[in-house]
Protein backbone atom coordinates (compact mmCIF):
# COMPACT_ATOMS: atom_id res chain seq x y z
CA UNK A 1 0.00 0.00 0.00
CA UNK A 2 1.37 3.57 -1.16
CA UNK A 3 1.29 6.04 0.93
CA UNK A 4 2.18 9.96 0.91
CA UNK A 5 3.70 12.31 2.58
CA UNK A 6 3.18 16.47 1.84
CA UNK A 7 5.74 18.62 3.24
CA UNK A 8 6.68 22.32 2.15
CA UNK A 9 3.80 23.78 3.52
CA UNK A 10 3.88 27.78 5.96
CA UNK A 11 3.30 30.64 5.94
CA UNK A 12 3.71 33.59 3.45
CA UNK A 13 2.78 36.54 2.49
CA UNK A 14 0.82 37.53 -0.74
CA UNK A 15 2.84 37.47 -3.85
CA UNK A 16 5.47 35.10 -2.72
CA UNK A 17 6.34 31.36 -3.10
CA UNK A 18 5.97 28.00 -1.83
CA UNK A 19 7.13 24.61 -3.42
CA UNK A 20 5.21 21.43 -1.86
CA UNK A 21 6.57 18.12 -1.62
CA UNK A 22 4.60 14.84 -1.90
CA UNK A 23 6.68 12.07 -0.74
CA UNK A 24 5.86 8.10 -2.28
CA UNK A 25 6.39 5.35 -0.37
CA UNK A 26 5.58 1.53 -0.29
CA UNK A 27 5.42 0.98 -3.99
CA UNK A 28 6.29 2.98 -6.69
CA UNK A 29 3.24 5.60 -8.01
CA UNK A 30 5.40 6.04 -11.66
CA UNK A 31 2.59 4.59 -13.50
CA UNK A 32 -0.41 6.29 -11.24
CA UNK A 33 -1.43 10.25 -12.30
CA UNK A 34 -0.84 12.81 -9.28
CA UNK A 35 -3.60 15.07 -8.03
CA UNK A 36 -3.23 17.89 -5.83
CA UNK A 37 -6.56 19.22 -4.11
CA UNK A 38 -6.95 22.17 -1.05
CA UNK A 39 -9.55 22.82 1.37
CA UNK A 40 -10.02 25.51 3.17
CA UNK A 41 -12.12 26.03 6.65
CA UNK A 42 -15.83 25.40 6.19
CA UNK A 43 -15.27 24.61 2.23
CA UNK A 44 -15.15 21.39 0.64
CA UNK A 45 -12.12 19.78 -0.67
CA UNK A 46 -11.41 21.22 -4.41
CA UNK A 47 -9.20 20.40 -7.39
CA UNK A 48 -5.31 22.32 -7.75
CA UNK A 49 -4.11 20.32 -10.34
CA UNK A 50 -3.04 17.16 -11.55
CA UNK A 51 0.02 15.34 -13.78
CA UNK A 52 -0.40 12.52 -15.89
CA UNK A 53 1.99 9.60 -14.87
CA UNK A 54 4.93 10.40 -17.26
CA UNK A 55 4.84 14.41 -16.72
CA UNK A 56 3.96 14.94 -19.82
CA UNK A 57 0.77 16.05 -19.25
CA UNK A 58 -1.00 18.59 -16.35
CA UNK A 59 -4.06 20.06 -15.80
CA UNK A 60 -5.12 23.20 -13.49
CA UNK A 61 -7.92 24.90 -12.11
CA UNK A 62 -8.81 28.05 -13.57
CA UNK A 63 -7.99 29.77 -9.93
CA UNK A 64 -4.46 28.77 -10.23
CA UNK A 65 -3.75 28.32 -14.00
CA UNK A 66 -0.47 30.26 -14.57
CA UNK A 67 0.92 30.81 -11.26
CA UNK A 68 0.99 27.43 -9.89
CA UNK A 69 2.97 24.55 -11.45
CA UNK A 70 2.83 20.83 -11.02
CA UNK A 71 5.97 18.68 -11.64
CA UNK A 72 7.32 15.14 -10.65
CA UNK A 73 10.33 13.11 -10.14
CA UNK A 74 9.66 9.50 -11.10
CA UNK A 75 13.29 8.64 -9.55
CA UNK A 76 12.40 10.22 -6.56
CA UNK A 77 8.67 8.95 -6.35
CA UNK A 78 7.96 12.56 -5.63
CA UNK A 79 5.85 15.15 -7.17
CA UNK A 80 5.76 19.15 -6.59
CA UNK A 81 3.24 21.46 -6.69
CA UNK A 82 5.72 25.11 -7.09
CA UNK A 83 2.91 27.95 -5.85
CA UNK A 84 3.74 31.35 -7.06
CA UNK A 85 2.59 34.84 -6.49
CA UNK A 86 0.05 33.68 -3.77
CA UNK A 87 -3.66 34.89 -3.01
CA UNK A 88 -4.73 35.12 0.33
CA UNK A 89 -7.58 33.23 -0.91
CA UNK A 90 -4.67 30.26 -2.00
CA UNK A 91 -5.05 29.42 2.35
CA UNK A 92 -5.78 25.88 2.79
CA UNK A 93 -5.08 22.80 3.72
CA UNK A 94 -3.32 21.02 0.29
CA UNK A 95 -3.60 17.35 -0.37
CA UNK A 96 -1.46 15.37 -2.75
CA UNK A 97 -3.80 11.88 -4.07
CA UNK A 98 -2.66 8.57 -6.24
CA UNK A 99 -5.14 7.99 -8.93
CA UNK A 100 -5.96 4.64 -9.98
CA UNK A 101 -4.69 5.43 -13.52
CA UNK A 102 -2.15 6.89 -15.76
CA UNK A 103 -4.12 10.02 -17.03
CA UNK A 104 -5.32 13.02 -15.24
CA UNK A 105 -8.53 12.81 -13.58
CA UNK A 106 -9.89 15.76 -11.86
CA UNK A 107 -12.61 14.81 -9.37
CA UNK A 108 -11.54 13.81 -5.35
CA UNK A 109 -13.56 10.54 -5.61
CA UNK A 110 -11.58 9.11 -8.13
CA UNK A 111 -8.43 9.47 -6.79
CA UNK A 112 -7.89 6.66 -3.60
CA UNK A 113 -4.72 7.33 -1.26
CA UNK A 114 -4.66 10.70 -0.08
CA UNK A 115 -1.64 12.54 2.70
CA UNK A 116 -2.48 13.93 5.43
CA UNK A 117 -1.83 17.51 3.84
CA UNK A 118 -0.10 20.67 4.94
CA UNK A 119 -0.93 23.59 5.53
CA UNK A 120 -0.60 27.09 3.65
CA UNK A 121 -0.82 30.45 4.88
CA UNK A 122 -0.76 33.80 2.99
CA UNK A 123 -1.58 36.68 4.50
CA UNK A 124 -2.47 39.89 2.54
Known amino acids: QVQLVESGGGAVQAGGSLRLSCAAS????????MGWFRQAPGKEREFVGA????????SYADSVKGRFAISRDNARNTVYLQMNSLKPEDTAVYYC?????????????????WGQGTQVTVSS
Open 26 to 33: GRTVSSNS
Open 97 to 113: AVAPRREILTTSGAYGV
Open 51 to 58: INWSGGRT
